[in-house]
């Protein structure tokens, strides 16, 4: 029999105790070994040192195969095991010494057809430290400390499925794409090319849920993805999975809440809440509150409470930071909305705090985005230009236009969708009571919009 073009080979060394007669539980098979994992490289194709390339980290697929029936009997009679990736399929082959010619076990897509039973598959991810280090739980860390803890992370494993899967392997991804995010059944799963992930030949892919608990990195990712197309459509990510992502990271913005936690009930639960949110009569106002980040009286003379809520507003400005239009939008919708007076924690604030707490949110929103351009989290710095607008600039641009609960573009037309929604912004700022204060935030809002718009006026 011709032997397959690349293997990973283990030996049988155990029956699983809980496994039904006639099922072999194979010794698990890792592709490709931790410690020789080289990290995946986009744009895919680029060389690693190449000026555009960029690592998205290092990948290894874990399988344990349970063989049964005439597989089982082939390998308990003393045949090999190994996992064939050649001609585009994932194979468990077991080679029966007893037969003259051999017995080959395919479980092809690991679906159950064939002589296959069932395989438990995890894909281990290493993260790259510079994506680590932007997430909003980082960036709530001291400079100093921030790079150590993500490299130390960096080094670490993480599971990104912890389901039972079924690997599919008789056709690429996509047809064209070698790595691609979609939904499935309300969860994220990720499809990618075994040639891209895991180095081995062949044509075949898997396909993999995402563990909830490392969602905030595939955020991150998509982010990253966004500034580097000018935030146009990212090729990588489905459109029904792109606009959950944008769910997401508009929730755990406004609540600071783990985007695992938000999805506890899949996805599609995801436009409830965000229609509950913007509905609910003082919500919108209690939004602002959190995001003008001003510190309560109550913890100027508690310094561990204020440096608790220090970090608090540190993450607060990374989510927002990393927001897409098409959540960035609808935030922009949410602060523009009519204030109204809510309470907080025993603090009673009327119609007109209200007002200030939505006009300091949107400076503040305005603010973090521009002081990160400075800060490269919208690539390498650059400043704003009327010729060539830098990410920040097409950001706000698309979330102007998006400012609508739904965080689609208000008109068909879209510079009649920014010339109405950022007159309703400039309106709703001008508003209240004529104080220094408010004239000084005034001020600080028409410096960085007019930053942020100079392409367009």
Known sequence: MPQPERMARRQVTRTHPKRGRGEIALAPIQLPDPAKAEPVIVPFGLDANHPDARSIGRYCLHIEP???GHAAVSVALGGGVGLDTAGGRLAVNGLAPVERDGVDA??????GTGLAGHNHCRLLWQPPANLLARLPRYQAMAEIDRAGYARDEARQWKTLTRAEI???VRVGVGGEAAFRLGLHNGRFVLHASLRLVLGVGG???VRLALDTRHLDLWLAMMHQALVEVGYERVDWIDEDAFEAMSRLAYLAAITLVEPGLLLLRGTHRLRQMIEWLTRERDMASRIAYELAAEEPPNLRYDPEASREHHKRVQQLRAWVRQLPPEALGPLLYTLTSQPQAFEVEGNHYNVEQARGFHQRAILNCLQWIVSGVMAGVYGPRRDFSAEHP???QKLFEKAVVRMARDGQPTDASRADAYAENRGRLDQFISGGRATPEQSDMQRKYRQ???WLSRHIQ
């Not at 395919?106 to 679906?111: I, N, S």
């Open 203 to 205: 044509g075949g892919s």
């Open 166 to 168: 079924n690997p599919e």
């Open 66 to 68: 349970v063989l049964h």
């Open 390 to 392: 830098n990410p920040a």
């Open 106 to 111: 395919r479980l092809e897509a690991f679906a």
């Open 448 to 450: 960085n919009a007019g």
